[in-house]
């Protein structure tokens, strides 16, 4: 890693950002993180990182927002993500799949997480009735296939974030 200034920027005509995030499902439940603020659960991680492939990013991100370093899986997912109704906001996420040690407890990772941020366990078969971002991303969850998918997930009709 050279250089952690975020891949993200903003323009006349919109706000770009390259993301990664954690998809960790243990026993039927995936972990979500909030922040005191904002309506609705997301997938652990954060944005990329000049100069950072996005696995490290991840391992950075995870290690910074949850105070703990875990093992990352396979990329699972790619997706692209207008994120404002009027397109003016776009997202690219990488999403891999991690495993949670059975020794780690859910409290003392957020005794140890950035402040303000919390995961929970959510069970997934409720992940369609939970106030979930993006909310596209809960298709794939739930049917998630064993090799890498790509989403493209317009803002429209409420399908983007």
Same mark, same amino acid.
């Given at each position: 890693?050279?250089?952690? !200034?975020?891949? !993200?920027?903003?323009?006349?005509?919109?706000?770009?950002?390259?993301?990664?995030?954690?998809?960790?499902?243990?026993?039927?439940?995936?972990?979500?993180?909030?922040? @005191?603020?904002?309506?609705?659960?997301?997938?652990?991680?954060?944005?990329? /990182?000049?100069?950072?492939?996005?696995?490290?990013?991840?391992? &950075?991100?995870?290690?910074?927002?949850?105070?703990?370093?875990?093992?990352?899986?396979?990329?699972?997912?790619? =997706?692209?993500?207008?994120?404002?109704?009027?397109?003016? =906001?776009?997202?690219?996420?990488?999403?891999?799949?991690?495993?949670?040690?059975?020794?780690? =407890?859910?409290?003392?990772?957020?005794?140890?997480?950035?402040?303000?941020?919390?995961?929970?366990? =959510?069970?997934?078969?409720?992940?369609?009735?939970?106030?979930?971002?993006?909310?596209?991303?809960?298709?794939?969850?739930?049917?998630? @296939?064993?090799?890498?998918?790509?989403?493209?997930?317009?803002? &429209? /009709?409420?399908?983007?974030?």
């Amino acid at each position: 890693m050279t250089d952690t !200034a975020d891949l !993200a920027w903003r323009r006349p005509a919109g706000y770009f950002r390259l993301r990664v995030a954690a998809i960790i499902v243990r026993d039927r439940h995936l972990l979500t993180a909030s922040v @005191p603020g904002c309506p609705y659960s997301f997938l652990p991680g954060g944005k990329v /990182g000049f100069g950072e492939v996005t696995r490290e990013a991840l391992v &950075r991100e995870l290690v910074d927002g949850l105070g703990v370093q875990l093992p990352i899986g396979e990329l699972a997912l790619v =997706s692209e993500n207008l994120v404002a109704a009027d397109e003016t =906001s776009h997202h690219f996420c990488f999403y891999y799949r991690v495993d949670w040690p059975e020794d780690l =407890s859910l409290e003392g990772v957020n005794g140890a997480a950035e402040d303000r941020r919390r995961c929970a366990w =959510s069970p997934m078969d409720r992940l369609r009735s939970l106030p979930f971002r993006p909310a596209a991303l809960v298709d794939h969850l739930l049917d998630l @296939p064993r090799s890498v998918s790509h989403g493209d997930w317009p803002g &429209r /009709g409420g399908r983007g974030w």
